[in-house]
């Protein structure tokens, strides 16, 4: 840990090299216990990459630990990404498209909130793209319109309007969200491009059989 509290730019060199072990591991044809111990080896780094940022920001190294939030989510999306390729084979279907939604989301604020070209982007969010396109059936979703009652900041805990930060920046290795407590819901539509991917019709029900979405099995209640 001493070596990047003193030299922050090892930190980006180590992660290229981790994350290009984990993406040659990212492939459909790996072998399930390789990609399940891969995982394991992700996890276990990203808990030192917690310490090491709680390092930096009790030396009041701000912008070192926001490159540790980068760093950390990076190779979080790449977790996700092969957690996916796991669920596939094992046949959880719904858990690996939950995993690819967690990956495309993870990794779209690391886009969002870490300085442009601190660390090598390199076609990912493509990546995963084409993953929705190739792997999974077409798939119809929810989205909800509604009146936030109450919400607040993740950073201070205020409510918006009392606050100072700024949504989707980082502060002390934290991404900024405003956090919904409250909403008085309106409405519920059917929508191509939602917001949240999470929310999807799980099944659908033709001339009384109901269908998985997923994996197009019928199922029962």
Known sequence: ??????????????????????????????????????????????????????????????????LVYCIDNSLLAVQYEIKMLVNIKEGKMNEAWSNLVDAQGTYRNV????????????????????????????????????????????????????CDHIKGKLYKGELCCRIITEIDLEEISLVENPANKHCRVLTIETKGKKTDTMTLREVSD
Do not use: W
């Open 111 to 162: 886009l969002t909130a870490c300085p442009s070209g601190l660390l090598s982007q390199n076609g990912y969010i493509e990546r995963l793209a084409s993953y929705e396109k190739l792997l999974f059936p077409k798939q119809f979703f929810h989205s909800v319109g509604g009146i936030i009652k109450k919400n607040h900041c993740s950073i201070c805990k205020q409510t918006f309007k009392n």
């Open 1 to 66: 840990m001493k070596v990047f509290l003193e030299n922050p730019n090892l930190l980006i060199k180590e992660f290229n090299e981790m994350a290009a072990i984990s993406q040659m591991k990212a492939y459909i044809t790996v072998g399930v216990e390789i990609q399940k111990e891969e995982i394991e080896i992700l996890n276990n780094y990203r808990k030192d990459l917690k310490k090491i940022k709680k390092a930096f920001i009790k030396k009041n190294m701000e912008n070192e630990a926001n």
